[in-house]
Structure formats: structure tokens, C-alpha cells
Nanobody, 123 residues
Framework: QAQVTESGGGLVQAGGSLRLSCRTS????????VAWFRQIPGAEREGVLC????????FWIDSVKGRFTLSRDLAANTVYLQMNNVEPDDTAMYFC????????????????WGPGTQVTVSS
């Protein structure tokens, strides 16, 4: 059975950095697309970016380009989201999701989700 677990969230000052981890198990990790979504209270979950099976990154939010990067560690079955120069608008619950197909912005197509990790950016 597939499992996905996020970690690494916390409180960080604006302009600082944070690295989130998305650890997976029970998946064909090498060919799995792993996406990061975020959600604030009262709003819908929005896709932020995704790493596909070729290790290319797809960005869905322009404001994170140049600040957020994704990397895949095959040995650890983990995808890392490096968040640099964070902004207060980055404050949200971050979720990672995985699927054995290409990246997709629609959250409904991801069968496997983690419980989320909170990121709070202070100004």
C-alpha cells in the first residue's frame, strides 16, 4: 500500500529558507510524479509545483519560480522541496501527492496524499 509523508515545516522569517521532505513507500518511485499543493484556511488546495518522472519541474504558481526547487533522492524514496527567500504569502499547509503518471494540476487525480506540514512565514 502506498504511503506519502511530509515533514520539515515550521516557522521561518521572510527571506529565510526551509526544506520540506516528501517520503514515499509502496510506489514505483522512479516513475512517480510528486506534486506539492498548499492550502490556507477557507481556500481550495492549490497546486504549487511538481517533479515528473523525467525529473523536470512543472511550476503552477509563477511567484515561486526562482525560489522553490524540487529534487528527487532515489535511494531515500524522497522528494525535497527547497524553499528559499520565502514570503508571508507562502504561509500555508503544504501537502505532497504522488501518482504513477505525469504531473497534473488537478488534485483529484492524485490517489496518494500525505497529512500535510505547516509552513508559517513571519514578516
Amino acid at each position: 500500500q502506498a504511503q506519502v509523508t511530509e515533514s520539515g515545516g515550521g516557522l521561518v522569517q521572510a527571506g529565510g529558507s526551509l526544506r520540506l521532505s516528501c517520503r514515499t513507500s509502496g510506489l514505483k518511485f522512479r516513475t512517480t510524479a510528486v506534486a506539492w499543493f498548499r492550502q490556507i484556511p477557507g481556500a481550495e488546495r492549490e497546486g504549487v509545483l511538481c517533479i515528473d518522472w523525467t525529473d523536470d519541474t512543472v511550476f503552477w504558481i509563477d511567484s515561486v519560480k526562482g525560489r522553490f526547487t524540487l529534487s528527487r533522492d532515489l535511494a531515500a524514496n524522497t522528494v525535497y522541496l527547497q524553499m528559499n527567500n520565502v514570503e508571508p504569502d507562502d504561509t500555508a499547509m503544504y501537502f505532497c501527492a504522488a501518482r504513477d503518471a505525469n504531473c497534473a494540476r488537478n488534485a483529484m487525480v492524485y490517489p496518494d496524499w500525505g497529512p500535510g506540514t505547516q509552513v508559517t512565514v513571519s514578516s
